[in-house]
């Protein structure tokens, strides 16, 4: 909990510097995405801002969500025919995705598969990468009893 209030008055901090306002809905999304381990759509964040402030619109979420895209401070995940989703932590990690319940689940693993891999990559193709992700699918456990 420290080290998620640490991160969103980091947050907080670069978005002044930058010159945003930091109204009390903006706020409330960086609460929402930053230091925890939720994958949340737009209309998921809009629902967990709307129950404090009722008048905040779907527009505002969607604005500030770009703007802590633009920043780097969250990443986008997307896919295919389903609303992308924003993980607010910045720390490597790979995603496991059940392909049921959508459920999005952080992983720390001890090989640095992320910071090697990348890299062997760019070394045999020329490209220089700028960002990348690693996503595995599968079947929760959840799931995996209901089956």
Same mark, same amino acid.
């Given at each position: 909990?420290?080290?998620?209030?640490?991160?969103?008055?980091?947050? =907080?901090?670069?978005?002044?510097?930058?010159?945003?306002?930091?109204?009390?809905?903006?706020?409330?999304? /960086? &609460?929402?995405? $930053?230091?925890?381990?939720?994958?949340? *759509?737009?209309?998921?964040?809009?629902?967990?801002?709307?129950? !404090?402030?009722?008048?905040?619109?779907?527009?505002? $979420?969607?604005?500030?969500?770009?703007?802590? &895209?633009?920043?780097?401070?969250? *990443?986008?995940? #997307?896919?295919?025919?389903?609303?992308?989703?924003?993980?607010? #932590?910045?720390?490597?990690?790979? @995603?496991? $995705?059940? /392909?049921?319940?959508?459920? =999005?689940?952080?992983?720390?693993? !001890?090989?640095?598969?992320?910071?090697?891999?990348?890299?062997? /990559?760019?070394? &045999?193709?020329?490209?220089?990468?700028?960002? @990348?992700?690693?996503?595995?699918?599968?079947?929760?456990?959840?799931?995996?009893?209901?089956?």
């Amino acid at each position: 909990m420290v080290e998620a209030q640490a991160q969103s008055e980091a947050v =907080i901090t670069r978005l002044r510097e930058r010159g945003h306002r930091l109204t009390p809905q903006r706020m409330a999304v /960086i &609460k929402a995405l $930053i230091g925890n381990e939720d994958h949340l *759509s737009v209309e998921q964040i809009y629902e967990r801002v709307k129950v !404090d402030f009722p008048m905040t619109s779907l527009t505002t $979420i969607y604005k500030t969500v770009a703007v802590l &895209k633009e920043m780097g401070e969250v *990443s986008e995940l #997307g896919f295919s025919g389903e609303s992308s989703r924003y993980d607010g #932590g910045l720390h490597r990690h790979l @995603h496991l $995705i059940c /392909i049921k319940c959508k459920e =999005i689940m952080d992983v720390d693993v !001890d090989v640095d598969v992320a910071g090697d891999l990348p890299q062997e /990559i760019a070394r &045999k193709t020329g490209y220089r990468i700028v960002k @990348h992700r690693f996503d595995f699918f599968g079947v929760c456990p959840q799931c995996q009893e209901k089956e």
